[in-house]
């Protein structure tokens, strides 16, 4: 890693028309700190960082600026996610799909005010550490995140359910100007009558466009004629399950093969839904079957099945927030503010590297976020060995 004595004129165009009101210097941090976090390829704490930074760019004054709360990171998250959107070719069929998942980051300092322990299940380990929820926005082959919000403990008293947050993320989500059809998505853990109905609700309240969802739900939902779900996925004889495939999302190659069974049912509190009946093999038992519902009637079970696949670029979003981008790395265990604006900093620089190294992703092809920071890392590398060869040689002139 070559020290960086300054930015380049391509990396502080794209910081042009950042939102805020900024005091002292903190624009500038904020511009160090998150292109830092794009770059810098090892551990992302911030007295690591500024070991690679000018002079006047130090971790106080970063913790400053982390402790300022005069600024609003959900606002440079949603701009920075408008600017990489309109870098990113729109799909043909306008189709966009808005998905929610929440994750953990482990943290070992028992005084941190957010920091929790649980399991998700059962059947997994125990945590220590920070949970999220986060949302992304992905089509075709592209993804990105659009909003990110901290979960915390159930003993705070500004506590938040983890659905609570999925809402108000979905609700305050701007999607683009060529979004035809907006289709939610979540797994079981998602798959509530109110998260439903916010749905249908944006749908009313969104002339320009169809808004839709297809939740993973849990077997205890019941029809109005107090028939439960349970029932038809226990005694459903295999015979009526029907092989098909789908394809695997762009960039992967080959597909995946299901055996589905479809029937239109009326909900409580939901009225007439598609209810899709999954599963990986023709004899896997009924533990193991998924069970989708959508209010796209349009949607054939195939394309249902489809559409829920679409819940892995978040998976890898996460992964990627989290290995690749030091996400919850920085040592501000001390104040709710800080952490939020450590974690905020991570999705803005996964946004910029997409600003930034956007041609370096082809359509149809896979890619992943490393790919952009090599890019990224090489060309501002590039930049700073040229600026020191100037800079020698001007003082050499000088000196002569």
Not at 290 to 317: G, S
Request: charged fraction near 25%; hydrophobic fraction near 40%.
């Amino acid at each position: 890693m070559v020290k960086v004595t300054y930015l380049p004129l391509f990396v502080t165009l794209l910081f042009r028309g950042m939102p805020g009101m900024w005091k002292n210097r903190h624009r500038l941090m904020l511009c160090w700190l998150v292109v830092m976090h794009a770059l810098f390829p090892g551990r992302k704490t911030l007295a690591e960082l500024a070991r690679w930074t000018p002079a006047q760019v130090t971790a106080w004054r970063w913790r400053r600026l982390l402790k300022a709360s005069y600024w609003d990171v959900h606002l440079l998250i949603e701009w920075w996610f408008q600017e990489a959107m309109q870098t990113l070719p729109a799909p043909a069929d306008g189709i966009v799909y808005l998905v929610g998942d929440g994750s953990d980051k482990p943290k070992r300092g028992k005084k941190n005010p957010l920091a929790q322990k649980g399991r998700k299940s059962q059947h997994k380990p125990w945590f220590f550490g920070i949970r999220f929820a986060l949302l992304i926005v992905n089509w075709e082959t592209y993804r990105l995140p659009a909003a990110c919000r901290l979960i915390g403990p159930k003993s705070h008293p500004e506590y938040q359910k983890e659905n609570e947050l999925f809402r108000e993320m979905v609700s305050q989500f701007n999607p683009p100007s060529w979004a035809k059809v907006v289709v939610v998505e979540g797994d079981a853990a998602y798959g509530s009558q109110e998260n439903m109905k916010m749905v249908m609700q944006r749908d009313d309240d969104d002339p320009e466009r169809r808004w839709g969802y297809v939740f993973a739900i849990a077997r205890t939902w019941k029809t109005v004629e107090d028939k439960a779900i349970k029932d038809l996925v226990t005694h459903l004889p295999r015979k009526h399950y029907k092989r098909t495939w789908v394809p695997r999302l762009t960039g992967s190659p080959g597909r995946k093969t299901f055996w589905i069974y479809s029937k239109r049912l009326c909900l409580r509190h939901l009225g007439e839904v598609t209810v899709v009946l999954s599963k990986k093999g023709r004899n896997v038992g009924p533990k193991n079957t998924k069970i989708l519902v959508t209010n796209l009637a349009e949607l054939l079970p195939r394309d249902v099945v489809f559409a829920y696949q679409r819940r892995w670029p978040i998976e890898q979003i996460n992964r990627e927030l989290k290995s690749d981008l030091g996400m919850g790395e920085h040592q501000v265990s001390g104040d709710e503010d800080r952490i939020e604006n450590s974690f905020g900093i991570a999705v803005m620089a996964y946004l910029f590297l997409i600003r930034a190294c956007h041609q370096e992703i082809v359509p149809g092809r896979s890619w992943s976020i490393s790919q952009l920071q090599h890019a990224f890392r090489l060309r501002v590398i590039t930049n700073q060995v040229a600026h020191n060869v100037k800079t020698e040689l001007a003082k050499t002139r000088k000196a002569a």
